[in-house]
């Protein structure tokens, strides 16, 4: 029997609210705190506000080599994912306040007036990155220069709809909540960030930025592509967050990614 797109479209919605963003292996961190390891601010230097997916609450996603000789400054918080095993059990909506919160807390605890600042979410962690730049592009962030800010954005479910697809909080209304899950759409993100400059990057079919994906293909694509960000490529070595976080290209808009069909990295 051929389902409707209703129940496809909620079908898809309670599979990825459950797991989405959820980072194999990565151990969360239940502290709520801040913390940061550059120490005293330094004029001219590139600081990375570096925030984790699901389950990753200490940002260890991201190797300090992808950075360039940027500083890492690591955002702290529950990344939670209700029902996942070895997850903190935070609601997600209440998890990306705190992150939110504990974001800004680390910029003005490290802030420098010559210093740049790239903020660095993915999944989600990409949710607590777009509201936190909303803040800064809207004055609500005292002491702070936008000019100074930065953005580079990996499967964001806050993805606007577009050329690369739209996010899982730009299809399901904002507000509306998936039972035992503790997710809550956080809606559509804006497609200016006061004049930040900033990417989105997409890998197509993966259902969390590409959620309006064919039927069905926006589940597979979750499981075959939402990891590939990160990954090594096994003919290069490299990863598209390798290659991207610290490169220095920004187009304000959400550039869509090809397949990557990757696997996860094997050990040496």
């Known amino acids: ?36 390891s550059a120490g005293s601010a330094v004029g001219g230097a590139t600081y990375y506000v570096l925030i984790g997916g699901t389950c990753d609450g200490a940002a260890t996603v991201y190797r300090n080599e992808w950075l360039r000789g940027g500083i890492p400054l690591r955002v702290h918080y529950p990344a939670g994912g209700q029902g996942l095993p070895n997850c903190d059990q935070t609601p997600m909506n209440q998890s990306v306040e705190i992150g939110r919160q504990n974001a800004i807390r680390l910029i003005r605890d490290n802030w420098h007036p010559d210093a740049t600042y790239v903020i660095v979410g993915y999944s989600q962690g990409a949710i607590p990155a777009n509201l936190v ?62 004049g930040i400059p900033y990417i989105r990057y997409c890998i197509d079919t993966d259902g969390i930025c590409n959620f309006d994906a064919p039927w069905g293909q926006g589940l597979g694509g979750y499981f075959a592509q939402h990891w590939c960000y990160q990954w090594d490529r096994p003919t290069d070595h490299r990863s ?5 976080i610290a490169d220095g290209v920004y187009i304000n808009n959400a550039y869509r990614l090809g397949r990557q069909n990757c696997r996860p990295p094997y050990p040496a």
């Open 133 to 194: 730049l909303n803040d800064i592009a809207d004055g609500r962030v005292p002491g702070v220069d936008k000019s100074r800010f930065r953005a580079k954005l990996y499967a964001d479910p806050m993805q606007p709809a577009g050329p690369a697809g739209a996010g899982i909080g730009a299809v399901i209304p904002a507000g509306m909540g998936v039972p035992f899950t503790g997710w809550v759409s956080p809606g559509p993100g804006r497609a200016d960030f006061g």
């Open 240 to 244: 598209i967050m390798g290659d991207s």
């Open 1 to 36: 029997m051929v389902r409707s797109p209703r129940r496809v479209i909620r079908s898809l919605a309670l599979t990825m609210a459950a797991a989405a963003t959820a980072v194999p292996g990565a151990v969360s961190s239940a502290s709520p705190a801040a913390a940061g």
